[in-house]
Nanobody
């Protein structure tokens, strides 16, 4: 059965960095899917913060992470990354990766209900 698995979360001080990884179990190939990163803070809705297309490398970032987060994919490793720099306390959330056959657009935030496959989430806590 196909599953996505996030890793790389943890506790970091403000201004620090983390890199989240999203891999697929079984024979599933992430290369064929657009991958979105979402996050959900306590008491808040799950929001789409970034995505990367399956074909032409198109990426999207929500304004609150633009310039600090970078999404990338390594198809040889069947992995998508979210490099998070200059982390702030307001970045604290559970981070999820998700896969979908629909494209990622540079000016269109990934929408939760459009993504069919999800990981279990990784906790990121930014605190001193």
């Amino acid at each position: 059965q196909f599953q996505l698995v996030e890793s790389g979360g943890g506790l970091v001080q403000p201004g620090g960095s983390l890199r989240l990884s999203c891999t697929a179990s079984g024979l599933f190939t992430l290369e064929n899917f657009a991958i979105g990163w979402f996050r959900q803070a306590p008491g808040k809705e799950r929001e789409g913060i970034s995505c990367i297309s399956s074909t032409n490398g198109t990426t999207y970032y929500t304004d609150s992470v633009k310039g600090r987060f970078t999404i990338s994919r390594d198809n040889a490793k069947n992995t998508v990354y979210l490099q998070m720099n200059s982390l702030k306390p307001e970045d604290t959330a559970v981070y999820y990766c998700a896969a979908d056959l629909s494209p990622c657009y540079s000016d269109y935030a990934p929408i939760r209900y459009e993504y069919d496959y999800w990981g279990q989430g990784a906790q990121v806590t930014v605190s001193s």
